[in-house]
């Protein structure tokens, strides 16, 4: 009598394994954005399409680091306090009009450009204001300061001809303040993706509509919308599509027209009434169809005309996680940016599991502490493919790798912060 298999994994054919599908579209997609000029208060999340170089150093003089006194080193002694007169003062934004000279010291203030000569500043806090008799200030100085202490030198941050953001790079709010720094208003970016997205299946509804029995809310759609918008794409909500080959073939080759990327979640099994696999192949070519990864495994790359195509699963846990790890990595090559592997880093499992060699799995886990301080990946105690709460409580993925068939407590696993692909 034959066994069935309980496994929603285990129907027939060859897997291909995740990191030969990764590898097969960082041969297969290439960029296909144009470039388009930006205002920089635009550019949060744009990809760069151009090398910002640096006219200039920055800062672009020395300038102090802090509110004190600026000196010579050698006017300083070694074994106690120095008095010095106090014959200038500089704040940020002007200058002193004249070199230093030995012998004194000057007011000076943080963000100051230091005037010539002076190679040393000494905190407020740590000198001693003195007033003589003829109203003239002086400072007393202790003694144990280093040489060039709290003095900024030109160049510190960005050397002039370096390249400080290169093509490629998604810009984040840090390196548009450093291209402010730069005196850019504007910057060179790639235009955004276009990309169409559409649910199917006749059992899916808009929010909001009345829910007959034996239907459920479109999810899958409105987390995909939401995390491609994160990712600065310009997305087209083409809606739920009808179980109908004929429907899905014309929408497809619709959208393939006016768009860069399709998105679909459901449809791409083997049943009946999944038909999107067929419409693709009608219009165009799969590279890759099943993977070796769970939750997931019917996730294709393809061609729709001159579109990529990208058909995720239609459960909502193998949609996220196969967005984040398969999707997101062609979107960003196909945005043109330099980096699209998100960063894993290393954990101590707070779990036993069981899995099947020769796939990739990701567990949902929330990080804890534990008994030595260090960090611990907490099994999310739910982990149906369906529960999308799972993944909303959850901090992020464990990715167990094809070879590891048991996972026992306190061995070191891979850990995806969703921080990290968001």
């Known amino acids: 009598m034959a066994q069935l298999s309980d496994d929603c994994f285990a129907f027939g054919g060859d897997l291909m394994p995740v990191h030969a599908a990764l590898d097969l579209l960082r041969s297969r997609v290439a960029p296909v954005t144009a470039a388009e000029t930006v205002p920089l208060a635009d550019a949060l999340g744009r990809v ?55 012998g004194e010291a000057v007011r000076i203030f943080t963000g100051a450009p230091m005037p010539a000569g002076f190679d040393t500043v000494l905190m407020q806090e740590d000198c001693r204001p003195i007033k003589d008799a003829n109203d003239g200030d002086s400072v007393a100085i202790p003694a144990g300061i280093k040489r060039g202490a709290n003095r900024r030198k030109a160049g510190e941050d960005v050397t002039r001809g370096s390249v400080v953001l290169a093509t490629g790079r998604r810009l984040r709010p840090e390196d548009v303040g450093l291209a402010a720094s730069l005196g850019r208003k504007e910057l060179s970016v790639r235009r955004p993706l276009r990309a169409a997205v559409f649910s199917t299946g006749d059992e899916v509804r808009e929010p909001g509509q009345e829910l007959p029995q034996g239907c459920i809310y479109d999810a899958n759609r409105f987390a995909l919308i939401a995390a491609l918008r994160q990712l600065g794409c310009a997305v087209t909500d083409l809606g739920i599509l009808p179980d109908r080959l004929e429907a899905i073939t014309e929408a497809l080759e619709r959208a393939a027209a006016e768009h860069d990327v399709l998105i679909t979640s459901g449809g791409m099994s083997t049943g009946e009434e999944d038909h999107v696999k067929a419409a693709v192949e009608a219009l165009g070519a ?41 999707a997101r990595p062609i979107l960003l090559r196909l945005m043109g940016a330099e980096e699209s592997e998100p960063r894993l880093f290393p954990v101590k499992a707070a779990f036993a599991y069981k899995k099947k060699a020769g796939r990739r799995e990701y567990v949902r886990a929330r990080l804890a502490r534990g008994e030595d301080g260090a960090l611990t990946a907490v099994k999310h105690p739910r982990d149906g493919a369906g529960v999308l709460s799972s993944l909303v409580e959850s901090d992020g993925l464990v990715e167990l790798p094809e070879d590891l068939s048991r996972l026992e407590p306190g061995m070191t696993v891979e850990f995806l912060p969703l921080s990290e692909v968001r």
């Open 286 to 326: 799969l590279h890759f169809w099943r993977l070796a990864i769970k939750p997931g495994r019917p996730v294709a790359l393809g061609q729709v005309r001159d579109a990529v195509f990208v058909g995720l699963p239609g459960n909502p846990v193998a949609v996220m996680v196969t967005f984040l790890r398969i």
């Open 48 to 102: 760069l399409a151009e090398d910002v170089v640096a006219p200039f150093d920055v800062p672009p003089h020395d300038n102090s680091a802090v509110d004190g006194y600026a000196v010579f080193f050698d006017d300083l002694q070694a074994d106690g306090e120095t008095v010095l007169p106090v014959t200038g003062r500089v704040a940020a934004g002007h200058l002193l009009g004249r070199e230093g000279r030995r």
